[in-house]
């Protein structure tokens, strides 16, 4: 394989797949359907599946119908992404009846409180997702995993270790779908979970537009009020937290900018972590990671829209977060730039530590920096990736950028303005074996 390849450049379906994807695009050409079930259809075969018809408050099926219709007519799905969307629709349908039914079987999970979380945002691919992974090793933290989120009924400690082995199987079945994903983002039944999937079980959430090219779903989606999504990703976490509590979630989405109005009507306490990346680094990272994921359920992904979509939909989300988070106290946020999660995580995250007044114990710096070595060791390959792939230039996605970047530009110092990059958190960290331990008091101060 060529090393120097970009990522993208890498992906080739295996054999199987490809003949499976090839079968089904005969049945289409001879115009016998196949996994075209309407949501009416889909909501019934998971009533009947679950024995269950009570999915608590909150409608969804504008959002299930403007999903599924989407899919059909625009996504341009494979056999493979026909059937992998009836399998995830019908899971998150039947889920949300569980749900249902624990908390009627459970009273004592609607009286769980959720203090101060803190939510992770910023740009996609700016280093929220491993900073998520070192804030949530302390064991006074918590965040959702993969696994729990994937089957969160029932709400207790029973059969744990076969739901963790079914997550397992599903990962292993993905990564065998999508080999080259896996070097774009992490993928594991006990690797924390982003936001959007607790907020899937409403249909509303940018994690079906990430799967799939679905224009005119997203278009709908980014006229709602998202309030509905939010309260039921506060149901979700009293669900996990009643199972097992925790002190302080550590959450995050880059979503989350989108709709700051909506989280804080839900969470009026929540605490922030803006993370900071060039824009041309991140828009270059996530239409990567976009074109390959949607790329193992279409065989028909364009890259270039994918591209100009991250464009258009980030810069107008970093343009509606600014103002919103003007409005806190600056005690309720801190920016951190993605060279210093890169450089020195461990004094990284004692910033942050330092900023909301927490202790951060010697115990937990020892799991942070058991993660980092591990994470060093066991990244064998970087995601690798060019702008010019995606039919943009630098100098477009810096205009799109202009106000966020002249805010900014001081935590944007430490990386070079280049079109092409790769990902790859935590080398620098490990090659420094003296780097800064945080004592709390002599770490710098953040802001």
Excluded at 206 to 216: E, I, K
Excluded at 231 to 237: A, G, K, M, S, V
Excluded at 289 to 318: G, K, N, P, Q
Aim: proline share 6%.
């Amino acid at each position: 394989m060529n090393t120097s390849a970009t990522t993208l450049q890498q992906i080739r379906p295996l054999l199987p797949i490809r003949l499976l994807n090839g079968c089904g695009a005969l049945l289409e050409k001879a115009r016998i359907p196949f996994g075209g079930a309407p949501a009416v259809d889909l909501i019934e075969t998971a009533k009947r599946r679950c024995g269950l018809d009570d999915f608590g408050d909150g409608d969804f099926f504008e959002a299930l119908s403007r999903l599924i219709e989407s899919c059909h007519s625009e996504a341009r799905l494979s056999l493979i992404g026909k059937i992998a969307l009836r399998v995830d629709v019908l899971q998150t349908l039947c889920s949300r009846l569980r749900m249902e039914r624990d908390r009627q079987a459970y009273p004592d999970i609607a009286c769980q409180e959720i203090r101060e979380p803190l939510f992770i945002v910023g740009l996609p691919r700016s280093g929220t997702s491993v900073l998520q992974s070192l804030l949530a090793a302390d064991p006074e933290h918590r965040c959702p995993l993969m696994w729990e989120v994937m089957t969160p009924s029932p709400p207790t400690p029973a059969d744990e270790k076969r739901r963790i082995r079914r997550a397992t199987q599903n990962c292993s079945f993905f990564n065998w779908l999508a080999p080259t994903f896996r070097y774009v983002h992490a993928v594991g039944a006990e690797v924390p979970q982003e936001c959007v999937g607790l907020m899937t079980p409403t249909f509303l959430s940018d994690q079906f537009d990430t799967m799939f090219y679905v224009p005119s779903y997203r278009d709908w989606f980014f006229r709602q009020d998202l309030r509905p999504a939010y309260e039921y990703h506060l149901r979700f976490l009293q669900h996990l937290q009643f199972r097992r509590p925790a002190r302080r979630w550590i959450l995050k989405a880059p979503t989350h900018m989108f709709a700051m109005p909506a989280l804080l009507s839900v969470y009026p306490d929540a605490l922030f972590v803006q993370t900071h990346r060039t824009p041309v680094e991140a828009i270059a990272s996530v239409s990567s990671l976009v074109t390959i994921l949607r790329s193992a359920f279409s065989d028909s992904v364009d890259s270039f829209i994918a591209c100009r979509e991250a464009i258009d939909y980030w810069s107008e989300t970093m343009d509606k977060f600014l103002p919103e988070r003007d409005r806190l106290p600056s005690s309720r946020i801190f920016d951190l730039g993605y060279d210093e999660i890169c450089h020195d995580p461990i004094a990284a995250v004692g910033r942050i530590y330092d900023h909301f007044g927490w202790s951060l114990s010697r115990e937990a710096e020892q799991c942070m920096r058991a993660l980092v070595t591990s994470h060093a060791q066991s990244q064998s390959r970087n995601h690798r990736y060019h702008l010019s792939q995606f039919g943009s230039s630098a100098e477009q996605v810096l205009g799109a950028f202009a106000s966020y970047c002249q805010r900014f530009g001081a935590c944007l110092d430490g990386e070079k303005l280049s079109p092409s990059h790769q990902d790859g958190l935590f080398p620098e960290a490990q090659r420094r074996s003296d780097f800064v331990s945080f004592t709390g008091k002599n770490a710098e101060a953040g802001g």
